[in-house]
C-alpha cells in the first residue's frame, strides 16, 4: 500500500550497514510479491534517432516511420532510447562526475542539502517503511523564473544550502538540467505530431515547465534480492529522460512481466509520465518500473523529469477528444497531482487513478459545500 508515513529515519550509509555481519536493516526488506527475481528477460525498446528532426530535414519516410515506431511503444509501454540527441558528452560526462562527487561526500555534508518536507529539491535517504536502497539529490527547474527573470533555479539552490566550496555543483547540474529542458521539449514535439497535434502544441504547453532534476545513487547491496532501489512505480511528472550507467538494474513491467532496459552507452531512456498520459487522454501510457540494485557495484542515474508549469489546467487538446472520446481523467494541476503525490500518496501503479478518484470525490465535496453556504 501507499500511504506515507513519514516516519524519522536515522540516515543511510551502506557501507556500514554492507560491512555489518547479520542481513540487511528489515526496514529495507520489500514483501515477498516485490522481491526482484533474477530471471529477467530484456524489453526491446525502439531506438529514436532523433538528429534529423532536429536539424529540420525533412525526410518524410524517416520521420513517419519514426512516428510510427515511438507511438507503438507510447501506446504499449511508454518507453524508447533517443539517440544523437544532440547533448554534448561533455556536459553529460561533467554530470556524471559531479553526481559521483557528491554521494561520496560526508554525510554531515550531504546533510546540509537535506530535504524538508513538503519541498522539491533536496538531499534524501528515504522516509518509507519498505525503505528503497538509495540515496537521492533532487533539484527543481523552472524554465518559467529563467525566461521571465533569469533565475537560475538549481544554481540558486546549491549555493543556498551548500554554500562554499560546492559551486561547481551549481554550475554543472544547472547545465545539464538546460540541456534536458531543450532535448525535452523537442522529444514532447515529436510526441504530439506523432499523435497528429499541430507541431507547436505540446512545445508551446511545457514552454514554461516546472520540472525535476533528480540524480540518483545505489549503493552495492549485500543481500540485492531482498531490496530495491526504487520500488515499482509510475512517474506522476510528464515525461522522463533518464540516463543510466554501465551497471544496469532499470526494468519495466510489460504484458505481465518485470523486463529489464539495458544500458546503451550515450543514449537517453525516455519514458512517459501520468501527467503526459493524461494529457493524451490515455492514449499514450505511463508503465509501472523500479530499479534493482547490485550485490558488487554502485549505481547511478540522473532524471530528468519534465513538467507542465505549476498552474497550467492539464486536459487534452480536442484533436485527440475526437479520436478517443469519452475524457478519462478530470481537470487538474501540476501543483494538485504533486501535492498528491507528495503528502498523500506514494507513487505506484495506480496513482492516475486514485488522483483522480480523488479529484473527483473532492470535486463532490466542494460543490455540496458550495451548496451549503
Ligand atoms: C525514477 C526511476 C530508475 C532508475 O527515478 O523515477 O524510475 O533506473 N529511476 O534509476
Ligand atoms: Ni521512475
New binding site residues.
Partial sequence: MSSITNLPHPGFDAKVVNNQPSNIPSEYVWSDEDKPSTDIKELQVPILDISSFLSGQDDHVATSQAFRLVSEAAKLHGFFLVTNHGVQEGILARAYKCMGTFFDLPASEKQKAKRKWGEISGYADSFYSELPWKETLTFRFSAEEKLRSGTETVKDYVSKTMGDGNEEFGTVFHEYSEAMNTLSLNIIEFLGMSLGIERRYMREFYRDNDSIL?L?YYPPCKQPNHTL??GP?T?PTSL?I?Y?DHVG??QVFVENQWRSIAPKPQSFVVNIGDTFMALTNGIYRSCL?R?VVNKERERK?L?FFLCPQMDKVVKPPKELLEVSGQRLYPNFTWSMFLEFTQKHYRSDKNTLQKFSDWLRSKEVIDNKLAGQS
Fill in positions: 533528480r540518483n532501489g526504487t512505480h512517474d522522463t533518464l543510466q538494474g532499470l518500473h530499479a542515474s532524471a
